[in-house]
């Protein structure tokens, strides 16, 4: 859905030219209904997949959902949304083991939104996109558990009752609990071909519980001060984590207020906003080189250095060291 979303948006480096390509998709959609072509298109392609599965209901699952929530909204509106959430501590932890996303900040110095945000968009995607759920997406998922069509599920509480709370998801979904088999990984033989997940998984036939506190151990203290810096105590607290909080503070990690939070939050806005411009200025590149200094050339993606040689590489905002 994510890429359905983005339809007619394509990299810069499109040989058919990136401008034309959104110019004649948008022209050519604005004409008709474009929510129902796009609708027509996802139950085309859900309905294909579940056909050769010989299944009848598909869970499209993806962290990333939380930058088109309005758009899933507008093409399935009643279809049930089923709201994982996890320890914020825990989440960075899986980062951190299973991507080698660095948490660690620098040292306090003087700098300004404008210059963070230039940082932000020097860092590798795959890193700055992970950093952006947590700081960006978590609101908006906590705010999501509001819809009338949600079904919120604490991962804390899938790991330690699993059959119950599965049960109860399938109920919600409208179907027979009784009809279904016991929770397990054995059968998943998808997995081992996929390019997603946490190949962790694969290890396990059944549910681990010591995911759930493994965060106590993995992240240091300067590490659970960076994500309550990025997450915020009031959402730590709203979001059902009061207990979790409580030991990282009692680790030494201190509550530096709403302000920090909210620089923070600034911080990846702008990252978002200057993201896209970069890519609209792509898009006008492409559309003509010439005006751009004549003969175009061949950009390498940015590669994420080996795991353990990235830390540091944002540093800490306070309200009193950031100016706009």
């Given at each position: 859905m994510l890429a359905l979303e983005a339809f007619g948006r394509v990299d810069h480096r499109h040989p058919a030219g990136t401008s034309l390509i959104e110019t004649a998709t948008s022209e050519f959609l604005g004409r008709i209904d474009r929510a129902a072509v796009s609708r027509a298109f996802a139950d085309a392609a859900y309905g294909a997949y579940l056909s050769s599965a010989g299944k009848r209901i598909i869970v499209d699952k993806t962290p990333r959902y939380w930058m088109v929530l309005d758009y899933l909204d507008l093409l399935y509106?009643?279809?049930?949304?089923?709201l994982l959430m996890r320890n914020p501590y825990a989440i960075a932890a899986s980062l951190k083991s299973t991507w080698g996303v660095p948490l660690q900040a620098k040292s306090s110095r003087s700098v300004s939104l404008s210059s963070l945000a230039d940082l932000m968009l020097r860092l590798p995607d795959v890193i700055a996109s992970s950093l952006?759920?947590?700081?960006?997406?978590?609101?908006?998922l906590a705010a999501h558990r509001d819809r009338r069509q949600t079904m919120v599920v604490q991962y804390e509480r899938l790991a330690a009752c699993p059959e119950e709370e599965i049960q109860r998801l399938i109920a919600g979904l409208g179907c027979d609990p009784k009809d279904t088999a016991a929770t397990s990984t054995a059968r998943a033989d998808y997995l081992h071909s996929s390019s997603f997940g946490d190949r962790k998984i694969l290890e396990r036939r059944t549910v681990d519980e010591k995911s759930v506190d493994a965060w106590q151990v993995q992240l240091s203290v300067e590490e659970m001060q960076t994500i309550?810096?990025?997450?915020g105590v009031e959402l730590m607290i709203q979001l059902g984590y009061e207990a979790e909080l409580r030991h990282a503070q009692q680790a030494g990690v201190v509550d530096k207020g709403r302000e920090v939070t909210e620089l923070y939050r600034q911080i990846f806005r702008m990252?978002?906003?200057?993201?896209?411009?970069k890519e609209r200025a792509w898009s006008s590149i492409s559309a003509n080189p010439l005006a751009f200094g004549g003969q175009s050339r061949t950009h390498a993606p940015h590669q994420m250095r080996p795991q353990g040689t990235m830390r540091s590489i944002y540093p800490e905002p306070t309200s009193t060291k950031i100016r706009s």
């Open positions: 509106p009643e279809a049930p949304h089923i952006a759920d947590l700081v960006l997406g978590l609101p908006k309550t810096d990025l997450i990252w978002w906003d200057l993201r896209l411009s």
